[in-house]
């Protein structure tokens, strides 16, 4: 099996499907992290509060509205965050802010189960999405494809705009140097706002397309934050290069021990968590702030 090439691209094809789920969940927070120094770990119960609008929206509007309204809807219930909690936590110490945060994660939990119940949801693949394409000898799901191209393109646009657009270059000079970068006239605090909101999007959106290959259920979030948390602290913080690192090592790793050892898959990742942090502590490409 493993000589033959279909059984590699196969394989390679499902690493780069999970790797670009877990960097559209994990570059929001990487970067609220890098550049806001806050410790959010309720960034996974958003992903999961995303599926739910994507999964309600798409039961009367279709899949295409539904991957819309929902980064929409997780980042309106991040304004109200921002402006209710984190704003005045930023200051508290990292202690306060995960606990504040783990007490989140259960709070919003509670709330999904409050509107929609305990019961798993399903989310239809949209009828143009739901086939089979044959790739390089393959037969691979269209949907799942979809979701390759949704992270390379928010991949390609992010570093565009990171690199090339003067909001970029303020977020760049932000997590490198806050202090330097608000004595130089840049409004940290609405960018601080402006990058928490947009990280709860993509979260939400993140949510949104896991929505068809998952159950939709409230603990969700909680099984995302942990593969989540390792692809940051793989990659490094603030670091659009450490997020799609982090995510594509993780991606593999996770994927192909799973197939050729399997009896390691669950002690591969963390293994290479435990080497990463006694050799580089940072990360592979941390911001330089």
């Not at 929902?70 to 402006?83: K, N, Q, R």
Request: aromatic fraction near 8%; hydrophobic fraction near 60%; proline fraction near 4%.
């Amino acid at each position: 099996m493993t000589h033959d090439l279909s059984f590699w691209t196969l394989q390679t094809l499902n690493a780069l499907q999970l790797s670009m789920l877990l960097f559209l969940l994990s570059i929001g927070l990487t970067v609220i992290f890098g550049l806001m120094h806050f410790v959010n770990l309720a960034h996974g119960a958003l992903y999961a509060l995303g599926a739910y609008i994507a999964a309600s929206v798409a039961a009367t509007a279709g899949f295409w509205v539904a991957i819309v309204v929902a980064p929409i809807g997780v980042a309106l219930v991040g304004v109200v965050l921002y402006g209710g909690l984190i704003q005045r936590m930023r200051k508290s110490g990292p202690m306060a802010q995960v606990l504040v945060t783990f007490g989140l994660i259960f709070a919003l939990l509670d709330l999904t189960r409050i509107f929609w119940g305990d019961l798993a949801l399903a989310m239809a693949t949209p009828p143009a999405l739901s086939g089979q394409v044959d790739l390089l000898g393959v037969s691979y799901p269209a949907y799942r494809l979809f979701i390759i191209a949704l992270g390379a393109a928010i991949l390609a646009a992010l570093a565009l705009a990171l690199s090339r657009t003067q909001v970029g270059a303020m977020i760049r000079a932000g997590v490198d140097n806050d202090a330097m970068a608000a004595c130089l006239g840049i409004n940290v605090e609405r960018l601080f706002f402006v990058v928490f909101c947009v990280g709860c999007a993509l979260a939400g959106l993140a949510g949104a397309v896991a929505a068809p290959l998952l159950s939709v259920t409230p603990g969700m979030g909680l099984q995302i934050l942990i593969p989540t948390l390792i692809v940051i602290v793989i990659g490094g913080l603030g670091s659009l290069k450490g997020a799609i690192a982090g995510s594509l090592i993780y991606g593999f790793v996770q994927t192909f021990g799973a197939v050729l050892a399997p009896q390691l898959a669950s002690v591969l990742i963390y293994a290479l968590l435990a080497a990463v942090l006694v050799i580089k502590p940072v990360g592979l490409f941390p911001a330089k702030g």
